[in-house]
């Protein structure tokens, strides 16, 4: 019994423990912050992410598309009676539905249809040894400037091995708070982002309301569902010239 309890106290120690964290983040250099973590799985380092679009992180959320997190998107209600055939128009249209989609300032990074198949490939060849986990990455940028000035920098498909350097190291004059959380057969990688000397974080509340998510969210049985997502229609995925909804 004594034993039981003691878990249990554990367990609500911990919880406290991350509702702490998801609203008084610790930020480091980004020289500073721990990275991803492959332990001696060294294959899974070879094993590709791509950027999600926007609609694809709500539904690995569980968050409904019509799911509103702040007023960011206060001053973009009128927009929309634009021709398909005008290019420049059809541009403008989809910028505006960015920005009026919640997290804008959020980008994150999904496995594969190579990565979700290589791991089952390898997890059958190696007779159930090798690891079956993918790993998904959400970056919160604190404001939309900095996410779109990241975005044109960084690779729209990156393997994991190359994740830390290229990425996290790679943003210098930045610092970070990490939060990992795994989650069945996906280990969720949230990192916060503000220039270095910041105080505070503008998108605290887009912050706490993905870290809530993922800690609601039940564990992940089998990620091949994630085949399944808006704009992977196919094994042979390409980017979306423009986002279905």
Request: proline share 6%; net charge positive; aromatic share 8%.
């Given at each position: 019994?004594?034993?039981?309890?003691?878990?249990?106290?554990?367990?609500?120690?911990?919880?406290?423990?991350?509702?702490?964290?998801?609203?008084?983040?610790?930020?480091?250099?980004?020289?500073?912050v721990?990275?991803?973590?492959f332990?001696?799985?060294?294959?899974?380092?070879s094993?590709?992410?791509?950027?999600?679009?926007?609609?694809?992180?709500?539904?690995?959320?569980?968050?409904?598309?019509?799911?509103?997190?702040?007023?960011?998107?206060?001053?973009?209600?009128?927009?929309?009676?634009?021709?398909?055939?005008?290019s420049?128009?059809?541009?403008?249209?989809?910028?505006?539905?960015?920005?009026?989609?919640?997290?804008?300032?959020?980008?994150?990074?999904?496995?594969?249809?190579?990565?979700?198949?290589?791991?089952?490939?390898?997890?059958?060849?190696?007779?159930?040894?090798?690891?079956?986990?993918?790993?998904?990455?959400?970056f919160?940028?604190?404001?939309?400037?900095?996410?779109?000035?990241?975005?044109?920098?960084?690779?729209?498909?990156?393997?994991?091995?190359?994740?830390?350097?290229?990425?996290?190291?790679?943003?210098?004059?930045?610092?970070?708070?990490?939060?990992?959380?795994?989650?069945?057969?996906?280990?969720?990688?949230?990192?916060?982002?503000?220039?270095?000397?910041?105080?505070g974080?503008?998108?605290?509340?887009?912050?706490?309301?993905?870290?809530?998510?993922?800690?609601?969210?039940?564990?992940f049985?089998?990620?091949?569902?994630?085949?399944?997502l808006?704009?992977?229609?196919?094994?042979?995925?390409?980017?979306p010239?423009?986002?279905?909804?």
């Amino acid at each position: 019994m004594g034993e039981k309890e003691k878990q249990k106290e554990k367990k609500k120690q911990k919880h406290q423990k991350e509702s702490k964290s998801s609203s008084d983040p610790s930020f480091k250099p980004s020289s500073d912050v721990k990275g991803l973590r492959f332990g001696a799985q060294f294959i899974v380092k070879s094993f590709t992410v791509r950027r999600a679009a926007p609609l694809e992180l709500l539904r690995l959320l569980a968050l409904p598309p019509t799911f509103n997190n702040n007023n960011n998107n206060n001053n973009h209600h009128h927009h929309s009676h634009h021709s398909n055939r005008n290019s420049k128009k059809d541009q403008e249209q989809q910028q505006h539905q960015a920005c009026s989609l919640p997290f804008p300032s959020t980008t994150a990074y999904l496995p594969t249809n190579f990565t979700i198949l290589a791991h089952h490939a390898w997890h059958t060849l190696t007779l159930g040894l090798g690891t079956k986990k993918s790993k998904v990455l959400v970056f919160v940028f604190e404001s939309q400037n900095m996410k779109s000035g990241v975005d044109r920098i960084w690779p729209s498909e990156i393997p994991l091995g190359e994740v830390n350097r290229k990425l996290i190291r790679g943003l210098t004059g930045c610092e970070m708070a990490r939060f990992k959380f795994r989650k069945g057969c996906i280990t969720f990688y949230v990192y916060a982002v503000r220039p270095v000397g910041s105080s505070g974080f503008l998108c605290a509340d887009d912050l706490s309301t993905i870290l809530q998510s993922v800690i609601a969210l039940k564990d992940f049985l089998d990620h091949t569902a994630m085949l399944a997502l808006p704009s992977q229609r196919s094994i042979s995925y390409s980017p979306p010239v423009a986002m279905a909804h």
